[in-house]
T-cell receptor, first 111, second 116 residues
Framework: DQQVKQNSPSLSVQEGRISILNCDYTNSMFDYFLWYKKYPAEGPTFLIS?????DKNEDGRFTVFLNKSAKHLSLHIVPSQPGDSAVYFC??????????FGSGTKLNVKP | DTGVSQNPRHKITKRGQNVTFRCDPISEHNRLYWYRQTLGQGPEFLTY????????KSRLLSDRFSAERPKGSFSTLEIQRTEQGDSAMYLCASSPPGLADTDTQYFGPGTRLTVL
């Protein structure tokens, strides 16, 4: 029942460069997508979201892109900072009743 | 209000014992979710409450698991006859009513369960 997949378990990026994290999903009924950031020993922290009626949403250094035809979601972080180093999860939902999470991508931003 | 709180933060128990976890959501939030997370995986949905009504329940929630939210505020998750496979982080999250673009789930710090 892996409806949301993050195929890259890890990503390493130089400080100041762009980080691109990817997420694929299989259920065309998903209408809301979110990205979370997680540090060890803490619960996930919300970063940014996008509804299925949009294809882009920006919030400061973070931009989420949604390609519905490809069932693909990406998170861009520009410029990347060492404090961005964490595990990033994408999640998808229909109507906020049930959320499906990917397995996460561990981002390492090198100084 | 300081966010979603969960108690206890850590629980070690012996196989076959029952355990209960508590979640206190953000006060105005009528939606409450429970998840389970194991090492290297993302959170797995367990159940969803809207006010006191349990509206969604995962197949993962076997008959040994039960969740309640009796007055639509705090929630409890009980695991009966624990097994070693139940060892995981149990996360609670809450959301406000409505489906605005800015709505999201706010997660608590989790309860780490270790079954010996």
């Amino acid at each position: 029942d892996q409806q949301v997949k993050q195929n890259s378990p890890s990503l390493s990026v130089q400080e100041g460069r762009i980080s691109i994290l990817n997420c694929d999903y299989t259920n065309s009924m998903f209408d809301y997508f979110l990205w979370y950031k997680k540090y060890p020993a803490e619960g996930p922290t919300f970063l940014i979201s996008i509804s299925s009626i949009k294809d882009k949403n920006e919030d400061g250094r973070f931009t989420v892109f949604l390609n519905k035809s490809a069932k693909h979601l990406s998170l861009h972080i520009v410029p990347s900072q060492p404090g961005d180093s964490a595990v990033y999860f994408c999640a998808a939902s229909t109507g906020f009743n049930k959320f499906y999470f990917g397995s996460g991508t561990k981002l390492n931003v090198k100084p | 209000d300081t966010g979603v709180s969960q108690n206890p933060r850590h629980k070690i128990t012996k196989r076959g014992q029952n355990v209960t976890f508590r979640c206190d959501p953000i006060s105005e939030h009528n939606r409450l979710y429970w998840y389970r997370q194991t090492l290297g995986q993302g959170p797995e949905f367990l159940t969803y409450f809207q006010n006191e009504a349990q509206l969604e329940k995962s197949r993962l929630l076997s008959d040994r698991f039960s969740a309640e939210r009796p007055k639509g505020s705090f929630s409890t998750l009980e695991i009966q006859r624990t097994e070693q496979g139940d060892s995981a982080m149990y996360l609670c999250a809450s959301s406000p009513p409505g489906l605005a673009d800015t709505d999201t789930q706010y997660f608590g710090p989790g309860t780490r369960l270790t079954v010996l």
